[in-house]
């Protein structure tokens, strides 16, 4: 069984200070995706990689950051976090090798104040 | 340009009558559909894709590329499908396309 997690479910940070939302893997899968979801927006891609070390922007990326320096570790950085920052975060990964499916994490709900 | 459109954003029914959680979508080449779920403080899993041609739940969903449809089916709703329900097409890089979203809830 998939097992996605996520560092933390809830977070609280002041605008301006440098966030990580983590999220770990266990199973092999070679691409990592990061979204955020928000009301009557649905989920939008922030960023994906698809191997170590590999990084590709997705729809809105700006004000964030990835790091992929091991296959099941992706980091998602707020280099200074704002208030439209505020969101549920949802992490996913994905293996070509079979299902196709996108296997996703708990979430870490963000609120930058 | 690809795009997934769910044109309701709340859906409210009651519970044993049918429901139709519609989706639209827009893609130049052969599009791979999928519905999925997330219900109150789960986290979002799949319930179903188009080449699968399974029922989930009860729910299924048919390909209809003429109307370029995907819409979600159900002909008994029960309460606890109660949820928000994404459609999604994965283009030819597995990237996802995702709609907005339609939040279903289903009266007693």
């Known amino acids: 069984d998939v097992k996605v997690t996520q560092s933390s479910r809830y977070l609280v940070k002041r605008t301006g200070e440098k966030v990580f939302l983590e999220c770990v893997q266990d199973?092999?899968?070679?691409?990592m995706f990061w979204y955020r979801q928000d009301p009557g927006l649905g989920l939008r891609l922030i960023y994906f990689s698809y191997d170590v070390k590999m990084k590709e922007k997705g729809d809105i990326p700006e004000g964030y950051s990835v790091s992929r320096e091991k296959k099941e570790r992706f980091s998602l950085i707020l280099e200074s976090a704002s208030t439209n920052q505020t969101s549920m975060y949802l992490c996913?990964?994905?293996?070509?090798?079979?299902?196709?499916?996108?296997?996703f994490g708990p979430g870490t709900r963000l609120t930058v104040l | 340009a690809q795009r997934v459109t769910q044109p309701e954003k709340l859906l409210s029914v009651f519970k044993g009558a049918p429901v139709e959680l519609k989706c639209n979508y827009s893609?130049?080449?052969?599009?791979?559909l999928f519905w999925y779920v997330q219900y109150s403080r789960q986290r979002l899993q799949l319930l179903l894709r188009?080449?699968?041609?399974?029922s989930i739940k009860g729910f299924t969903a048919d390909l209809n590329k003429g109307e370029t449809s995907f819409h979600l089916k159900k002909p008994f709703a029960q309460e606890e499908d109660s949820a928000m329900y994404y459609c999604a097409l994965a283009d030819s890089n597995y990237q996802l396309i995702w709609g907005a979203g339609t939040k279903l809830i289903i009266k007693p």
């Open positions: 996913a990964t994905l293996t070509l090798k079979g299902t196709d499916t996108q296997y």
């Open positions: 188009h080449i699968s041609r399974e």
């Open positions: 893609y130049s080449g052969s599009p791979e």
């Open positions: 199973m092999d899968h070679e691409n």
